[in-house]
């Protein structure tokens, strides 16, 4: 059943979960989680992501949400070769453009670009294609934009601006990353 049956908004929102905390992907799941409880369709898109995470698992349980990412992870960019970050940006260009396809299409109530902000902020991606999308989105699609340093373009744009700060962090205590908490 589509947004527009389950009473969600017509005309859609812009979100942007941003800043230097824990927690920015986790409340985008947690939104898809809800809208997909409510019979929303859901597509979610990970940017510069390829490793593989527990909610992953999780996430291709439940028949509402879909989800897409590159078939293999680049690390992080500073460490990749000129060929490497080609290949990714080029992954996500396709990315991105089934994902206008599907909002367009009307096949998705809530879209959710993940580390969207850090690779559009690194040109990892078509940056007007990206514009495009997000500021001309389909009247009733719900969007939402993760990552650091949202572009000043989208904060203008946005309904809901979520800042996450990172007050304390285990890391900085030596604890490293642990399965099932932080990926």
Known sequence: MSAAGQGADKEGLLHIYCGDGKGKTTAALGLALRAAGSGMRVHIVQFLKGAPTSELVSLCRIPEISLERCDRNYGFTFSM??????????????????????????????????????????????REAAKELVLNRPEGLELVLTGREPDPVFTEAADYISCIEAVRHPYQKGISARKGIEF
């Open 81 to 126: 070769s000129q060929k490497d970050k080609a290949e990714l940006t080029a992954c996500h260009n396709r990315m991105l453009k089934h994902a206008a396809f599907l909002a367009q299409s009307g096949q998705i109530d809530l879209l959710i670009l993940d580390e969207f902000n850090a690779a559009y902020g690194g040109g990892y991606l078509d």
